[in-house]
C-alpha cells in the first residue's frame, strides 16, 4: 500500500523493486553489496567477499536485492542452513542435515532509505520465497543491542529465539550476545 509517509520520502513503492540475487546477477551488484556490507555492519558482523558469493549464487539460497533505479537500497541473503556449520548457533542446531531450514545469513537497509517499509517487504519476500521453495523453516542470527531493529521485524514476522550465545563476537561492543532464532514456515 502506497502512503503519505512512504511519498514523503521520495520513493514510491512502484520505483523500489526486489530482484533476486544469484550467479547470474553477482557480478553486476558486487560492488555496492561489497560497500554496503562495509558500511554498514560492524566488523566482527560483516561477512568476506568470497562467503557473500558463496551465499548469493548458491542455487538453493534465497537473496534478494531492493533497488530504486540502478542504486541498491539493501539487501537480504539467505542460503541452506547445511553451508554455516562453522557459525555458532548453526554448528549446534539439530535441523542441520535435514535440508529443511534456509539460513538468513545477512539483512541490511542503506541508512538513507531506513524506516520506510523496504526491510519488512525483503524479509516478507524471502519468507515466501522460501516458503514456496520448500523450505520448512527460516533461522539466524541476531545480534542483541545492535540488531535490535532486526529482532522486532523477526519476532513480528514469527521468529523465536532457540540459542542465546554470548560472547561469540568478542570485539569488545557491548553487549556481545547472540539470539540464535527458528521461525517456522506453513506448508506451501
Ligand atoms: C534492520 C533493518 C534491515 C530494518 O530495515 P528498515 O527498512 O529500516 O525496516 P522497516 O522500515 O521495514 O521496519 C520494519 C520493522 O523494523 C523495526 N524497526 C525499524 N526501525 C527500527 C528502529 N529504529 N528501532 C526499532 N525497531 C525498528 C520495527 O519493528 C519495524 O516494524 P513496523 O514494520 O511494524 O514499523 C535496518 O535497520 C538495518 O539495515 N540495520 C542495520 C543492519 C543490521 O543490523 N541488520 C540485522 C542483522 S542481520
Redesign the pocket.
Known amino acids: 500500500m502506497l502512503t503519505e509517509g512512504r511519498l514523503a520520502f521520495g520513493f514510491s513503492e512502484q520505483s523500489m523493486q526486489y530482484p533476486r540475487l544469484n550467479a547470474q546477477n553477482w557480478a553486476q551488484w558486487r560492488e555496492p553489496i561489497l560497500l554496503l556490507e562495509a558500511q ?2 560492524e566488523p566482527s ?1 560483516q561477512d568476506t567477499p568470497e562467503t557473500l558469493e558463496g551465499i548469493i549464487c548458491d542455487g538453493h539460497g534465497v537473496s534478494l536485492a ?1 533497488v530504486e533505479g540502478d542504486r541498491l537500497a ?1 539487501f ?1 541473503l539467505g542460503a541452506p542452513l547445511e553451508h554455516f556449520a562453522h557459525v555458532r548457533g548453526p554448528a549446534e542446531d539439530p535441523v542441520r542435515g535435514s535440508a529443511t531450514a534456509l539460513y ?8 538513507h ?11 516478507v519476500r524471502q519468507i515466501e520465497a522460501a516458503r514456496s521453495e520448500g523450505f520448512k523453516s527460516v533461522c ?4 542483541a543491542g ?8 523477526n ?2 514476522l514469527g521468529a523465536r529465539a532457540v540459542h542465546i550465545i554470548e560472547k561469540d563476537y568478542q570485539d569488545g561492543i557491548e553487549p556481545d550476545i547472540c539470539i540464535y532464532y527458528h521461525m517456522a514456515l506453513p506448508k506451501p
Open positions: 554498514i555492519y558482523r531492493a539493501g537480504c538468513a545469513a545477512d539483512t541490511l537497509v542503506d541508512a532509505y531506513r524506516g520506510q517499509g523496504i526491510g519488512r517487504e525483503l524479509k539466524g542470527r541476531n545480534r545492535l540488531a535490535n531493529a532486526m529482532w522486532r521485524l519476532t513480528s
